[in-house]
């Protein structure tokens, strides 16, 4: 079946680059997605990017895809204490399936 | 996202109770999903509805059941709680996509419930 994984923990220091891994089984995975999760609240999405694509940048996010190795992950240029957050990667096929989510990366940002 | 609600926020509750959870959305969107969330094992997803007359059980559909009442409304209940099913539960919905061309979800508050 379908899998997606990531590491659970994640520590940075201010104004350092985090970079969040993931790596999923489905090679028929279409779209991949980044969420973000603040305390006490829902899942934000971050961004997408489709599966025929390398790398998609918006602002201080970098997303980067090898699709050989299943392989995803989200850059995040000059962390801030904002950016401390629990990070969802998640894919689908699109059409009739629903997301398959990773179990989520808490980005701990030390002042 | 303001533009889906779920109410309650926070609900205790004693074994063997039925509950239900309601999730309304004002984005349009036909697809609508319920997941439970758990620390350390992410987003689980119990239930989904692709319209109105389309419901499909997720991984862990066992104890849960919903209602799709309208294309905005979807509600999840649990028919006799239990402990094990004290958890944070959210609820999404996503536009088709093959209209959209993306399977974007836009999630809930989340509802935290417990079982006592």
């Known amino acids: 079946g379908e899998d997606v994984e990531q590491s659970l923990f994640l520590s940075v220091r201010e104004g350092d680059s985090s970079v969040i891994n ?28 489709f599966s025929n694509m390398d790398m998609k940048q918006d602002q201080r996010l970098t997303v980067l895809l090898n699709k050989k190795d299943k392989h995803l992950s989200l850059r995040i240029a000059d962390t801030q204490t904002g950016d401390s957050a ?21 980005l701990q940002v030390q002042p | 996202d303001a533009d889906v609600t779920q109410t309650p926020r926070n609900r205790i509750t004693k074994t063997g109770k039925r509950i239900m959870l309601e999730c309304s959305q004002t984005k349009g969107h036909d697809r609508m999903y ?14 989904y ?23 905005a409304k979807f509600s999840l209940s649990l028919e006799s709680a239990i ?3 004290t958890a944070l539960y959210f609820c999404a919905t996503s536009g ?16 935290r419930l417990t079982v006592l």
């Open chain 2, 96 to 111: 088709d996509a093959r209209k959209t061309n993306t399977d974007t979800q836009y999630f809930g508050p989340g509802t």
């Open chain 2, 34 to 47: 319920w997941y439970r969330q758990d620390p350390g094992l992410g987003l689980r997803l119990i239930y």
């Open chain 1, 22 to 49: 993931c790596t999923y089984t489905d090679s028929s995975s279409t779209y991949l997605y980044w969420y973000k999760q603040e305390p006490g609240a829902g899942l934000q999405l971050l961004t997408y990017i």
């Open chain 2, 49 to 71: 509805s692709f319209d109105v007359k389309d419901i499909n059980k997720g991984e862990i559909s066992d104890g849960y059941s919903v209602s799709r009442q309208a294309q």
């Open chain 2, 83 to 85: 402990p094990n099913q």
């Open chain 1, 86 to 106: 629990i990070y969802f990667c998640a894919e689908t096929r699109g059409g009739r399936r629903a997301l398959t989510f990773g179990s989520g990366t808490r």
